[in-house]
């Protein structure tokens, strides 16, 4: 069992920034591959950032202004994104994949509006 803890959501003005953060209970080296996630209303869930051992990849739209990283002492998992803008509000949801099972957490808000 994995139980991730994210935090850090809030409202924020278009070119701002935040910083995500998703603590994990079980130490992250033994998770495969960690990643954040966002749902705007009415859209399906996508991929934002992904942290693997061999390196990350992130979604077109985010590219340049958001990026992830991994405190495994802490065993928590960070998005710092800037440059904000309006279509990325949506609720964050943090996501470990381990032993090819997934894990989710509960999902911080993300309002991005003046």
């Known amino acids: 069992q994995v139980q991730l803890a994210e935090s850090g959501g809030g409202l924020v003005q278009p070119g701002g920034s935040l910083r995500l953060s998703c603590a994990a209970s079980?130490?992250?080296?033994?998770?495969?591959?960690m990643g954040w996630y966002r749902q705007a209303p009415g859209k399906q869930r996508e991929l934002v950032a992904q942290?693997?051992?061999?390196?990350?990849n992130y979604a077109d739209s985010v590219k340049g202004r958001f990026t992830i990283s991994r405190d495994t002492a802490k065993k928590t998992v960070y998005l710092q994104m800037n440059s904000l803008k309006p279509e990325d509000t949506a609720v964050y949801y943090c996501?470990?994949?381990?032993?090819?099972?997934?894990?989710w957490g509960q999902g911080t808000q993300v309002t991005v509006a003046s």
């Open positions: 942290i693997t051992s061999t390196g990350t």
């Open positions: 996501k470990a994949r381990r032993a090819q099972i997934d894990y």
């Open positions: 079980v130490n992250i080296f033994s998770i495969y591959a």
